[in-house]
């Protein structure tokens, strides 16, 4: 069935240092990937999306990289900052529109 | 900058009781869903919605649960007869288009059964 899943749980970064937050999805067919940010006690916030036909998109500090042959993409955050502090989804529209999300990586930033 | 909206922030009922939860979502959106979120746990899909009807729904959301758009406005979750496990967080959202448009997600109702 379709899936999409995250590595790690839980991420620790020093403030100012680059964050890299994995998932893997199982459906070679899978065209199109969206990062959420969840903020503690908030609903899922879009961050950046990726389409099939793309390698890496950028959006302000933050960048995602699609790697379709070992099906993984990344979320790169550039000068982790505090209010960078949430849970981080990757989450996969299905071709009906419901969003598939991965278990989540909380991210911790330490002063 | 428009945003879904959702009514109560925090629902604390009986088990067996029924609960209604609300969502006001971007007005000119067309797609409308709600998902749910175990403490601890990924964001679930349970129920998609367009043009007054359901467009899909999870094994999650059984008899018990209804969705209703009673107005221009309003989109509703109902749960009849609730059971310690539908403690969760509920989230609704709305799009303008299915699939490949950005979904706008509310801030959650969280309800706790007791």
């Known amino acids: 069935g379709e899936s999409v899943g995250l590595h790690l749980p839980t991420l620790s970064v020093q403030e100012g240092d680059n964050s890299i937050i994995n998932c893997a999805y199982s459906n070679s067919a899978s065209d199109y990937f969206i990062w959420y940010k969840q903020e503690s006690g908030k609903g899922p916030q879009f961050i950046i999306d990726?389409?099939?036909?793309?390698d890496k998109r950028q959006g302000q500090r933050v960048t995602v990289l699609l790697n379709k042959t070992v099906k993984h993409l990344s979320l790169q955050i550039a000068a982790t900052q505090p209010g960078d502090s949430a849970v981080y989804f990757c989450a996969e529209p299905s071709n009906t529109g419901k969003l598939i999300f991965g278990q989540g990586t909380t991210l911790q930033v330490k002063p | 900058e428009p945003e879904v909206t959702q009514t109560p922030s925090h629902q604390v009922t009986q088990m067996g009781q029924e609960v209604i939860l609300r969502c006001v979502p971007i007005?000119?959106?067309?797609?409308f869903y709600w998902y749910r979120q175990i403490l601890g746990q990924k964001v679930e899909f349970l129920v998609s919605?367009?043009?007054?009807?359901?467009?899909?729904k999870s094994e999650i959301f059984d008899d018990q649960f209804s969705v209703e758009r009673p107005d221009g406005s309003n989109f509703t979750l109902k749960i009849r007869s609730t059971k310690l496990e539908d403690s969760a967080m509920y989230f609704c959202?709305?799009?303008?288009?299915?699939?490949?448009?950005?979904?706008?997600f509310g801030p959650g109702t969280r309800l706790t059964v007791t």
């Open positions: 959202a709305s799009s303008y288009g299915r699939a490949s448009y950005e979904q706008y």
């Open positions: 990726i389409r099939s036909n793309m």
């Open positions: 919605f367009y043009n007054n009807e359901i467009s899909e």
């Open positions: 007005s000119n959106h067309l797609y």
